[in-house]
């Protein structure tokens, strides 16, 4: 049982998963932010690879047509780079653009975004080369080391195929004028990165289900782990007990404050006790303020006596009102007809105490 228990065979509780990503450890798929970078970037080449080539061609054209006196004058020569740097990158925007948001949407697909300051923490036990070299011959590193042998051939293979396909294309772009050499050739690049990016795309359809697999795999935990984190996030059970004692002991002090403002205590006489009040004005129904067995059913019963409140022993009554009604709940609709009576027998007692008005003799 015991070799059953240090084996990691529970899955991560929400609170070890939120820790991790505390940590900045999160599920990761490389093949799937490359295939979604090369897929946005050869998109944005064979739709708008005509229009930048054309406009690199004229940023070259003016920058190749200075003067030798304007080239040997550095007060001309200067605002000509920086315009010149200046329309080159305005004309690059759009596919940096584009290629920038596939990098930066990529990892919300799997594990979303996550700033750690303490993954940025340096860790010094990376440095150790026996780690380093453990971490190399392990299994993880010998099926890293496959997909990476996979990749290259897979790309590789169709990268000559493409190339091949081509071939008449690629030779063919010199005799074309420069204009529409441009455009072509950044079209044909276009489709080049679309048919690797979907190779890509394909390697990612296989790597994420891994990579969230082993992510889960690694943060896997054993029994103990668990019930220790229960422990830790319900309490300790002495602490639990203390705190409903504590809240017990509260509860019944402020139970027993509410005894002297009670109307009637109904007895059983002696195991019973539950105090009774109702306030036509403002209550529905009578209310139980209190109520308890045995010892606080004495203790009731005396503070009754201290503060001139009546008591009534009905027995059957009691026990129906203790087992059936919590404390500062409304007693219910079976028990109307036996509560009335007795509280129209304590206010009638109660008028009858009351002294009679003084009356003035008549005159004759």
């Known amino acids: ?3 059953n228990d240090a084996e990691r065979t529970e899955p991560a509780t929400p609170k070890r998963l939120e820790e991790a990503r505390r940590r900045g450890q999160i ?3 490389r093949d799937l932010s490359t295939a979604a970078v090369m897929l946005a970037g050869g998109a944005g080449l064979y739709m708008m ?17 200075l003067t030798r006196e304007q080239a040997l004058n550095e007060q001309y020569l200067l605002p000509a780079l920086s315009s010149a740097g200046g329309q080159t990158l305005l004309a ?13 949407l990529a990892p919300l697909a799997l594990g979303g975004w996550s700033f750690s300051a303490e993954a940025l923490s340096p860790k010094f036990s990376r440095l150790n080369p026996g780690a380093g070299l453990k971490r190399m011959v392990s299994l993880r590193g010998l099926i890293e080391l496959t997909k990476a042998f ?11 195929t493409v190339l091949r396909h081509n071939m008449a294309e690629l030779l063919a772009l010199g005799s074309e004028p420069v204009q529409i050499g441009i455009a072509h050739a950044a079209s044909m690049t276009g489709s080049a990165l679309l048919a690797l990016s979907a190779v890509l795309g394909f390697i990612a359809l296989i790597d994420v289900p891994y990579q969230l697999w082993q992510y889960h795999k690694e943060l896997r935990m054993t029994r103990e782990e668990v019930r220790q984190e229960h422990r830790e996030s319900e309490g300790a059970p002495e602490i639990k007990q203390r705190i409903r004692s504590v809240q017990q002991m509260v ?8 005894v002297p403002k009670a109307d009637v205590i109904i007895t059983n006489p002696t195991h019973f006790a539950v105090a009774l009040r109702y306030d036509e004005s403002r209550m529905r129904a009578p209310i139980v303020v209190a109520k308890g067995a ?3 059913a004495a203790r009731i019963r005396e503070l009754a006596a201290e503060n001139s409140v009546p008591l009534v022993e009905a027995p059957p ?3 129906a009102l203790f087992r059936n009604v919590e404390v500062g709940g409304e007693i219910p609709s079976t028990l109307y007809v036996a509560v009335a009576q007795v509280l129209t027998y304590i206010f009638q007692l109660r008028t009858a105490k009351r002294p009679a008005p003084c009356r003035r003799p008549r005159r004759t």
């Open 317 to 319: 009554l009691a026990r």
């Open 1 to 3: 049982m015991a070799e």
């Open 92 to 104: 690059c925007v759009p596919i940096l653009g584009v290629i920038m948001l596939a990098a930066l």
């Open 150 to 160: 996979a990749k290259f051939a897979l790309v590789g293979l169709v990268a000559v």
């Open 49 to 65: 690879g005509g229009k930048l080539g054309g406009q690199l061609d004229g940023i070259m054209r003016n920058g190749l047509s």
């Open 294 to 296: 045995d010892l606080i």
């Open 27 to 29: 599920p990761r798929s």
């Open 251 to 258: 509860a019944k002090r402020r139970m027993m404050q509410e």
